[in-house]
């Protein structure tokens, strides 16, 4: 709802920001320029300017009749325009200031990168509300794009390309278009223009996650690992919730090569889906692990680990192996390698595994019976003497 407030009051605010517009251009004040252009922030200055653009129609008049003002007209028309619809609750027409493409000041061309995409994130909901496609946010990555090309060009403005390229991975796994970001990593990576440490550690972080991710989904574990791993080791300490974003990718990955977190760290970050998972493999319970699977499936489909963690079932295979391994050796030592298939079946029924013994003899042949880490084979004694009881080796 537009406050009312006279004619005169409306044109104050107009020329104070112009005024506030111009010194920092002339100043080279990014901060001060910055917080001028988030049109989305819902700040005090920006939504009282905006109610007197919408009382005060004329404000190109004011902008154009003074040279100092006017020479920023093609910056600060479409932003006027931007921050009125924005008011009106009209965020399609808000998101339309995108065509400013100037990159004169890194720090004010960040705002705009961010609010382009919110801005476009946004009326693709009104959009779809109303029943239209949705293809604001599409729009969005296709000038971000060209953003992006003009960063990437020699010269001090290249350091900007990482941020506008975070943006971009932002859009393109909002809209499914994963694939896209090949081309931009392809830029990033080969490009003998950039120099990786270089760039902010904010957006080497965020470009660390994200290309992460992208690892993860082509099941490249080791690159997924590093670059995940990076991402957790250089973020902010004090960031909760970007270092559990990272670790919602990267226990996964870890669990795929065998590395299993503490249950504190799931605890601390709130990632308890993870804990059965965890439990699982320690024990080489295939039963409770595809449990955790199915209880969590929309999590883990959401963020796109659930294969991932659905081809942990070997692992549980392997687990189990060695557990019954451990018993056999406590035993009779003498004969810890041999495993008979009378056991075996025993184990499965027990499990409530749907495997015949041929399979499983399949699934054996790629599991080790070597001795097993102190903490492996302290994770099995709490279930060694239910599995004895039930598979007969007391007997």
Not at 288 to 317: I, N
Request: proline residues 2%; contains cysteine; glycine residues 4%.
């Amino acid at each position: 709802m537009v406050a009312y407030i006279s004619m005169g009051e409306a044109h104050r605010r107009i020329t104070e920001y112009l005024t506030r517009f111009s010194d920092a251009v002339l100043y080279q004040d990014g901060k001060s320029l910055s917080r001028l252009l988030s049109v989305s922030s819902n700040s005090a200055v920006l939504l009282s300017l905006a109610d007197a653009l919408n009382i005060y129609q004329d404000a190109n008049r004011v902008i154009r009749q003074s040279e100092k003002y006017s020479q920023y007209a093609d910056i600060i028309v479409p932003i006027f325009r931007a921050l009125q619809s924005y008011r009106l609750r009209n965020l399609v027409e808000s998101h339309e200031f995108r065509n400013w493409e100037s990159a004169w000041a890194l720090e004010a061309l960040y705002v705009i990168a961010y609010e382009i995409r919110i801005l476009a994130e946004r009326a693709d909901i009104e959009l779809a509300s109303i029943g239209k496609i949705p293809e604001k946010l599409k729009g969005a990555g296709s000038f971000l794009m060209k953003v992006f090309g003009v960063l990437a060009g020699k010269g001090p403005k290249r350091v900007g390309a990482l941020y506008v390229t975070c943006q971009l991975f932002k859009t393109y796994f909002k809209l499914g278009t994963v694939h896209l970001c090949r081309s931009v990593i392809r830029s990033i990576e080969t490009a003998r223009i950039f120099d990786f440490e270089e760039f902010p550690v904010r957006d080497k972080v965020t470009y660390m996650y994200y290309t992460g991710r992208l690892e993860v989904y082509n099941e490249n574990f080791p690159a997924a690992d590093h670059k995940l791993s990076y991402a957790l080791t250089h973020c902010d300490a004090k960031k909760d919730a970007n270092i559990r974003m990272i670790l919602k990718y990267l226990i996964p990955v870890k669990l795929s090569i065998g590395i299993l977190p503490r249950t504190l760290l799931l605890e601390k970050f709130n990632l308890n889906e993870y804990s059965e998972v965890v439990l699982a493999l320690k024990r080489g319970d295939l039963r409770l692990l595809r449990h955790a699977l199915q209880e969590h499936e929309d999590r883990f489909l959401r963020s796109g680990v659930y294969l991932v963690l659905e081809k942990l079932e070997l692992q549980v295979y392997q687990r189990l192996v060695k557990k019954i391994y451990i018993m056999q050796k406590q035993k009779d030592p003498n004969k810890a390698h041999q495993i008979k298939l009378d056991v075996i079946v025993k184990a499965l029924k027990w499990l409530e595994m749907d495997m015949d013994v041929d399979e499983w003899l399949q699934y054996c042949a790629l599991c080790t019976l070597k001795e097993v880490d102190e903490e492996v084979e302290n994770s099995c004694i709490d279930v060694l003497v239910a599995l004895e009881d039930i598979i007969g080796l007391n007997a």
